[in-house]
């Protein structure tokens, strides 16, 4: 069973092109799908499509259908697709920096009772301690990895079965990337909380996520078990080759 399922997905902007080309893609349920690619590929539309936030945007679908837990979503206002279960980590984190730590993680508990806020506020401060230690501070102060915690945490107080994380690694160091989803790997284990996430680093996410998928220009060039994924040649000489870390493409030595 399926936990998101999009299907023959094409969606653009206004006076552009098609962003997404007839896009199909599945996240099972526990799973943790990756959804690689360079700049500009479209996955960050592709995950604004999937939550309700491309007229946001200016953007359109244009053909295709999404469904999540079974049951079609598509054309669904986010602030309903959040209620379903649906977490999202955005691009860039957007976290709100002149509220504190625990104000954003407020903001991201608004749909839960009130008998759960603080049991579900604990369960983040036990996984990000960080932000129980800065729980009163703006959340501007905080660095970029701290950011990414309370970003994190303000999807997971609303216990997402989805979890939606575009650019989690973006600006960060290794270390405080390589800790971040080590903490995402215990939520997944002890929640069964199904997860996409969007990563420029393909080596890192094939190392997390069972799954990837690879958008080149709008469209899934290549999909299949990470390890596979990891192996195919053409992955290997476009994102793991010598330019590390970086989705460009690999340079051929001229002649
Ligand atoms: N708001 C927008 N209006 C018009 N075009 C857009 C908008 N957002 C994205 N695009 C275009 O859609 C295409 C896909 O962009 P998208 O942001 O989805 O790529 P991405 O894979 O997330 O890239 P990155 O790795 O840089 O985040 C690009 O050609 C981009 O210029
Ligand atoms: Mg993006």
């Known amino acids: ?53 491309l007229d946001l945007h ?34 860039g984190r957007l976290v709100f ?24 506020l604990d369960a983040v401060y036990t996984l990000f301690p960080r932000l129980l230690e800065r729980r009163q501070q703006a959340a501007g102060w905080l660095s970029g990895g701290e950011q990414q915690m309370l970003a994190l945490g303000r999807a997971l107080v609303g216990r997402p079965s989805l979890l939606l994380v575009d ?10 990337v390589e800790s971040i989803y080590k903490q995402l790997r215990v939520v997944g284990q002890t ?14 996410a094939l190392e997390f996520a069972a799954t990837a998928y690879i958008l080149d220009r709008g469209r899934i060039v290549l999909s299949g078990p990470s390890q596979e994924v990891a192996s195919n040649e053409a992955m290997k000489e476009s994102y793991l080759g010598a330019k590390r870390n970086t989705t460009a493409p690999a340079q051929e030595p001229q002649p």
């Open 1 to 53: 069973m399926n936990m998101l399922e999009v299907k023959g997905l094409s969606a653009g902007y206004a006076r552009k092109g098609l962003a997404l080309d007839d896009v199909s893609l599945a996240v099972p349920k526990g799973s943790i799908v990756a959804l690689l690619g360079a700049n500009g590929a479209g996955k960050t539309t592709l995950i604004r499509a999937v939550t309700g936030l």
């Open 58 to 91: 200016h953007g359109r679908i244009t053909q295709g259908s999404v469904s999540f837990d079974g049951q079609s979503v598509l054309g669904q206002p986010s602030h309903r697709l959040i209620r379903l279960g649906m977490g999202l980590v955005p691009e």
């Open 97 to 120: 920096k002149q509220l504190s730590v625990e104000e954003n993680l407020h903001v991201g508990a608004a749909i839960l009772p009130r008998a759960t806020l603080q049991e579900r």
């Open 167 to 176: 650019e989690l690694s973006l600006g960060l160091a290794p270390l405080i």
């Open 191 to 204: 929640l069964g909380t199904s997860m996409l996430i969007v990563e420029q680093n393909a080596r890192l």
